[in-house]
Nanobody, 121 residues
Framework: QVQLVESGGGLVQPGGSLRLSCAAS????????IGWFRQAPGKEREGVSC????????YYADSVKGRFTISRDNAKNTMYLQMNSLKPEDTAVYYC??????????????WGQGTQVTVSS
């Protein structure tokens, strides 16, 4: 009933672009803060980007600022992460998440299954 389903991952060359999507079911994304996280092998999960549910403010990790854009489509109940100028260090499993609170939430309510992004030539 309540789930987030991700798509859009894959293999891309350095400098290329990908758009990840995350479709929500069983709840309305517009009522939640939404975020993207990633985890590379042997590394801790890190926050990539987030949109606050209250005022729509966006936040980005320094490593992706200027290259990635987070957005949501309320009509489709779907969130997106547009990734441009991809670098090999962007390679990771990417997860979408939603929380009834704030981008600064300690624990997020819902998580997607993850989608692999590999940046390599």
């Amino acid at each position: 009933q309540v789930q987030l389903v991700e798509s859009g991952g894959g293999l891309v060359q350095p400098g290329g672009s990908l758009r990840l999507s995350c479709a929500a079911s069983g709840f309305t994304l517009d009522d939640y803060a939404i975020g993207w996280f990633r985890q590379a092998p042997g590394k801790e999960r890190e926050g990539v980007s987030c949109i606050s549910s209250s005022d729509g403010s966006t936040y980005y990790a320094d490593s992706v600022k200027g290259r990635f854009t987070i957005s949501r489509d309320n009509a489709k109940n779907t969130m997106y992460l547009q990734m441009n100028s991809l670098k090999p260090e962007d390679t990771a499993v990417y997860y979408c998440a939603a929380d009834a609170g704030y981008c600064s939430a300690v624990s997020w309510d819902y998580w997607g299954q993850g989608t692999q992004v590999t940046v390599s030539s």
